[in-house]
Nanobody, 115 residues
Framework: QVQLVESGGGLVQAGGSLRLSCVAS????????MGWYRQAPGKQRELVAT???????NYADSVKGRFTISRENAKNTVYLQMNSLEPEDTAVYYC?????????WGQGTQVTVSS
């Protein structure tokens, strides 16, 4: 079992920045990759960014150049630095941990960007 706790969401004006944090605990040795997904009202959950054990990152086209995913392994923490936020970024952001058996999800943190 893997437990994920997100933090850092909030309300920010367009053009502003937020940094989301995700702390993993439990059987973290089974985790192959971690990432951030988001779900806006009326839409399906979509990938935002991922990072694997080798440090390879992947981003949705809509956030490239604005968002950065990073790891701090000693603290079992993954971050999502979000800059130049747009109202279209408004969503619940979920932390994800991937294993070969299943995916684990955090409870989500709300990000609201006002225009």
């Amino acid at each position: 079992q893997v437990q994920l706790v997100e933090s850092g969401g909030g309300l920010v004006q367009a053009g502003g920045s937020l940094r989301l944090s995700c702390v993993a605990s439990g059987n973290i040795f089974s985790v192959n990759a971690m990432g951030w997904y988001r779900q806006a009202p009326g839409k399906q959950r979509e990938l935002v960014a991922t990072i694997n054990s080798g440090g390879y990152t992947n981003y949705a086209d809509s956030v490239k150049g604005r968002f950065t995913i990073s790891r701090e392994n000693a603290k079992n923490t993954v971050y999502l630095q979000m800059n130049s936020l747009e109202p279209e970024d408004t969503a619940v952001y979920y932390c994800n941990a991937h294993t070969f058996q299943r995916d684990y999800w955090g409870q989500g943190t709300q990000v609201t960007v006002s225009s």
